[in-house]
């Protein structure tokens, strides 16, 4: 069975100017549509700089540019780390017990295409020391099983090829898809996952439902593959699985626990400075 949901739309402007700095198509979990391990996703596009350095903890805070970006992010965090995040290039934030972090355009003005997606932690994993991966683009392997199909490795294995990011304390499959019309490409989604599909661009069919763009599909099958098809404008589209970790999830502004009590900690934590510190690279509105 598949279960279809469309994208909820957002939208920020640039406060001083009036016109937009951040548009987003977001998919998020709730009762009737279990991502778990996965908490939310974001396609957005941004153009100014829109969220201050900010703390989080419990889970990773992932960021992929689209190679459709005209620009490129520049991400810091209270660990030291810097990275440019180019199109095509995935950073993976694992905050575990908490961290800062920033994420801005390189270029203000440029339009940034990219995709935002936290992931669960598991309990035991939630005070963890934290830690940064990247991957360039250069390092995110291409796979191509089939004529017309494109798969780009983004976190653990698709067709005998692995992510270089090989120490997450989740591990989950994240593949970004690309099927020329007509083409078509299976992929594994054992049956006691979660596996979903996150429609960019174009359309075409997952497990033999008609899917466009800005529509998220969520697979509960009997077998262990879904097949996707792409239409007569080609297909681009997000594929993520993984196992459920099968806990509560307490939402507390940046921080998502296990446990309220575990909420109140992160709150403390972070007031004695021990997510670190992090001044802002720019001003924003």
């Not at 100014?48 to 490129?72: N, Q």
């Not at 969520?218 to 098809?229: K, P, S, T, Y």
Request: net charge negative.
């Amino acid at each position: 069975m598949t279960k279809l949901r469309s994208l909820e739309k957002r939208r920020g402007l640039a406060a001083q100017r009036m016109t937009p700095a951040f548009e987003s198509y977001g998919l998020r979990a709730g009762p009737d549509f279990s991502l778990d391990p996965f908490l939310n996703l974001d396609d957005f596009v941004m153009s100014e700089p829109t969220f201050p350095p900010h703390p989080h903890a419990g889970f990773s805070a992932v960021t992929y540019m689209f190679e459709d970006s005209a620009g490129s992010f520049v991400n810091r965090d209270s660990l030291g780390d810097r990275s440019l995040i180019e199109p095509g290039a995935i950073h993976w934030t694992q905050a575990a017990r908490g961290m800062m972090h920033e994420e801005v355009p390189e270029r203000p003005g440029a339009r940034c295409h990219g995709l935002q997606m936290f992931v669960n932690l598991k309990d035991e994993h939630k005070r963890a020391a934290p830690a940064a991966f990247h991957a360039s683009r250069a390092e995110v392997p291409d796979v191509h099983p089939s004529p017309g199909a494109r798969v780009r490795v983004l976190a653990g294995h698709f067709g005998g090829v692995a992510s270089p990011l090989s120490k997450l304390l989740t591990p989950i499959t994240f593949l970004e898809i690309h099927l020329a019309a007509g083409a078509t490409i299976e992929v594994d989604a054992p049956s006691h996952h979660n596996a979903f599909a996150m429609m960019i661009a174009g359309g075409g069919r997952a497990a033999g439902t008609e899917l466009s763009a800005h529509e998220a599909a969520l697979f509960a099958h009997d077998g262990d593959r879904v097949r996707f098809e792409g239409g007569p404008r080609g297909l681009q589209l997000l594929f993520g699985e993984g196992a459920p970790l099968g806990e509560p999830v307490v939402f507390g502004g940046p921080f998502a626990m296990t446990r309220l009590e575990d909420i109140h900690e992160a709150r403390a934590r972070f007031a004695r400075g021990e997510m670190g510190h992090l001044a802002p690279s720019t001003r924003v509105s």
